[in-house]
Nanobody, 126 residues
Framework: QVQLMESGGGLVQTGDSLRLSCAASGLTFNRFGMAWFRQAPGSEREFVAAIRRNGGYTYYRDSVKGRFTISRDNAKSTVYLQMNRLESEDTAVYYC???????????????????WGQGTQVTVSS
């Protein structure tokens, strides 16, 4: 049974940092591209960042470039999202997702992903 377990969310103030973690089990982690998505109340789920299987390439939505960094540790089956200079617009539930096919043209499409975590709440207060 595949499980993705996010952690690290919380309530912070504008300008603060958070580091999200997503621990995977039940899959061969280094065969999956990994990504972070987020969903704010009343909004659709949106792509935040993705990382290739070997960690060699990363992708970001424009609004987080230069502030967020995605990384992975294949030995620990864990993907991370370091979030710096947080803004109120970053408030959302953050989900990690795993993609066994790595279709790069669809890397920002949530329908591409095979497995999802339950999400962790990030609230940025101004």
């Amino acid at each position: 049974q595949v499980q993705l377990m996010e952690s690290g969310g919380g309530l912070v103030q504008t300008g603060d940092s958070l580091r999200l973690s997503c621990a995977a089990s039940g899959l061969t982690f280094n065969r999956f591209g990994m990504a972070w998505f987020r969903q704010a109340p009343g909004s659709e789920r949106e792509f935040v960042a993705a990382i290739r299987r070997n960690g060699g390439y990363t992708y970001y939505r424009d609004s987080v470039k230069g502030r967020f960094t995605i990384s992975r540790d294949n030995a620990k089956s864990t993907v991370y999202l370091q979030m710096n200079r947080l803004e109120s617009e970053d408030t959302a539930v953050y989900y990690c997702a795993a993609d066994g096919n790595e279709i790069l043209s669809a890397i920002r499409d949530p329908r591409t992903y095979d497995y999802w975590g339950q999400g962790t709440q990030v609230t940025v207060s101004s």
